[in-house]
T-cell receptor, first 112, second 119 residues
């Protein structure tokens, strides 16, 4: 167990809808990163939040957005869902002076 | 941009034997970190081992060790005395250590190697 939690575990949405995924970071970690893992692929970096500000973004469109709260928990929001958004979404937290990221169990999103 | 390549989509090993998973990467940076993560069917990504590029000594964690060849940009994982619980997807990952990107700690992953343990 890493101490990083994510909710919900599974989610089914239809194309065009919006979804919010949540992540609680490990105690003492103020950096949260989000990754998308398509079936059979390695995780792809979406973005990172540090002290409530977006601090780095991967090759994802603006309909992928996020928030980080004062307690360092985070949300990933995806608008106008597309079929290709079906994936496992992983959240990872880290301490700014420690290079290792610790992952949550992920949220499996299915878009129909 | 950095890239990570895992050329073995699947590997299998007899229980109690030794197996080596391969990883190569491409970067123009001199200071970085490399990781091996394990992802069992439960989906949780678990850190197996990490290596700092500035350290010449290969990292070791119990039955897991790496062969880090900086000049060749190679980072293989050796699992000794394989156990049934080692069955999982294994991902190699890269992270820059560039201090000018403080807070930007994105991991770049390979496509993974599925390891099967044969009883």
């Amino acid at each position: 167990e890493t101490g990083v939690t994510q909710s919900p575990t599974h989610l089914i949405k239809t194309r065009g809808q919006q979804v919010t995924l949540r992540c609680s970071s490990q105690s003492g970690h103020n950096t949260v990163s989000w990754y998308q893992q398509a079936l059979g692929q390695g995780p792809q970096f979406i973005f990172q939040y540090y002290r409530e500000e977006e601090n780095g973004r991967g090759n994802f469109p603006p309909r992928f957005s996020g928030l980080q709260f004062p307690n360092y928990s985070s949300e990933l929001n995806v608008n106008a869902l597309e079929l290709d958004d079906s994936a496992l979404y992983l959240c990872a937290s880290s301490h700014p002076h420690v290079e290792t990221q610790y992952f949550g169990p992920g949220t499996r999103l299915l878009v129909l | 941009a950095q890239t990570v390549t895992q050329s073995q989509p699947e590997m299998s090993v007899q229980e109690a034997e030794t197996v080596t998973l391969s990883c190569t990467y491409d970067t123009s940076e001199s200071d970085y970190y490399l990781f091996w993560y394990k992802q069992p069917p439960s989906r949780q990504m678990i850190l197996v081992i990490r290596q700092e590029a500035y350290k010449q000594q290969n990292a070791t964690e119990n039955r897991f060790s790496v062969n880090f060849q900086k000049a060749a940009k190679s980072f293989s994982l050796k699992i000794s005395d394989s156990q049934l619980g080692d069955a999982a997807m294994y991902f190699c990952a890269y992270r820059s250590a560039n201090p000018s990107y403080f807070g930007n700690e994105k991991l770049t992953f390979g496509t993974g190697t599925r390891l099967t343990i044969i009883p």
